[in-house]
């Protein structure tokens, strides 16, 4: 029988590569980033509140868009090209294929330019928040420089040197933090500037970063670039076959990679059309915000328009056309601009406090980065040597793990949504975006195991499947979203239902899927059950334990240190219920041997930390 034995030591003395252990090294320069980028958002949210965290999110979400066609599938096509003809000795097919390559990223990226800068107004109407403009001129310019820092990264990856593109990688990150922060907190603080000039001062920080990035990545192949000056005598593929090459490697990559943004793209347009086009057409919804947000400008604009209309419908289609078409009355489109500007202020509210829970739910699932780039490699490895016991244990131990790291932030989100954004986001309404967040605590659970189980469903040879399901998914949760939202006892609410059919469909399918088309496929049971049960009583000890230290910590004189003593409390309460539910989760792991020796074993150190355990 064949057996999946644990990393040792080779006869020279040199360490094999453990699952995790070459997992960590590919996935550094991206955790980095993603470490950088938390720091960077949170902070901004606070700084230009719910409206600029709004205009930052519509402008950045069309700049992913546009980003991904322009540079997803081409820097793949061009490191496995130029990697091929590198093993074939023929530089000049790589500095033809180079050449090329870098001549359609420019020409993508101008195309991109142009349209972000001169149809910004275009862009920002259409995802129903005109104050958007600002940022996503401010983020054309940065299409460019990434088309060129893509190419120059394919060409890095050719020659198998990793190193360069994870360095402009943390040097973005880093740019965007130490220029679009600062930046924003000064314009909106010092100039007293709106929140969308503010938003497109921190956009302005990535725009920066992505330039400073393409100089360090010029430098860098300038410098490597010396050391391939010499010439060969091969003859490099004509145009037409090198450009064909290219295209067929990178057309697949671009349709798959540009969904996922595309879907969020017209979810987000379509969350705030809906909520515009309720909070106008039903006033009965306004009920479920009068906390959060005044609604007499709203009233007064509506009433003002109203007396225009003539005894018409008052609709959003009848607003939108007075709006945008010169009418007989410039009394009535007087008043149709305004009411128009007031339900496009409101919207981008609610939608700024979704998109702040929103930010801290990605959170998971940027740290499954580690596990999903380590089992495409490590279950094709077992299957290559014809290890199938191997690749099944590999499989079921990375389902396992993303359980095991999932569950316990998922039900951490469910049940400390409200009191984590009271203390990471004060300028948000806790009240608002706390059940947003809790029900985002469900979707992320989904995300991470169907992330997993996409690398796994690839690993096999099935590389299109995950495309699919995830195209399914998408239409799932934008007709979900469309729908909830449009409810007038729903609203902004019914947001957070269309992440949670989506990826919960897209993981039931993918089980399904390596269920029926994958030997020796994990036993479900054996891999979920156990982190459920740890995971539902470390949440309802963090709901006790913060619902009791919250009470106890509030009971305070009032007086001028009354705000402060809450803050402390509240941040006292929330560590607490943490640090107690942690105890909880990793006592009911041990107890319940939810974790295993064979699991371990693909870890770095993971004998000696089951003999610690006494596994």
Known sequence: MARYDAPSRRSGGQKQNTFFGGAAILAAGILIVKLIGMFYKIPLTNVIGAQGNTDFANAYNIYVVLLTISTAGLPVALSKLVSEANAQGRRNQVRRTFQLAMGMFLILGAVSFIIMYFKADWLAGMMHDTKAVHGIKALAPAVVCVGCLAALRGYSQGHMNMTPTSVSQIIEAACKLAIGLPLAWWLISKLNRPPEIAAAGAITGVTVGTMVALVYMTVSFLMTRSEESRRTRDIPDS?????????????????????????????????????????????????????????????????????????????????????????????????????????????????????????????????????????????????????????????????????????????????????????????LEAELAGPLLSALGVAAVFVCLMLVCNSIIQAYGFVNVPILVMVGGGVVKIFANYNAVAMPRVGIYGAPLGNILCFGLCLLLDLIIIARAIPRHPRYLDVFLKPMIASSAMGAAAWAVYGLASRVLSSVPEGETEAVLSRAGSVISVMGAIGVAMAVYFGLVIALRAISRDDLSLMPKGDKIARLLHL
């Not at 490590?378 to 290890?387: C, E, F, K």
């Open 239 to 427: 145009t037409g076959t090198i450009l064909r090459d290219i295209l067929r490697i990178a057309i697949p990559i671009t349709l798959s990679s540009s969904m996922v943004g595309i879907v969020n793209v017209i979810d987000a347009s379509l969350v705030q059309g809906q909520l515009q086009r309720v909070l106008l057409e039903n006033p009965d919804s306004w009920k479920m915000y009068v906390n959060f947000v005044d609604f007499a400008p709203l009233e007064s604009a509506l009433n003002a328009w109203k007396e225009t209309l003539a005894g018409a419908p008052a609709t959003m289609a009848a607003l939108s056309a007075q709006v945008d078409q010169e009418l007989a009355s410039q009394v009535a489109q007087s008043a149709a601009q305004e009411l128009h500007a007031t339900l496009e202020s409101l919207s981008r509210t609610l939608y700024g406090n979704y998109y702040g829970a929103l930010n801290i739910y990605n959170l998971p699932a940027s740290l499954m980065t580690a596990i999903t780039a380590s089992v495409i490699p490590a279950v094709s490895g077992a299957l290559a040597r014809r290890d199938r016991r191997g690749a099944s244990r590999v499989a079921g131990s990375s389902l396992r793990i993303t359980a095991l790291l999932a569950c316990p932030m998922g039900v951490g989100l469910l049940v400390l949504g409200e009191p984590i954004i009271r203390l990471l986001y004060p300028k």
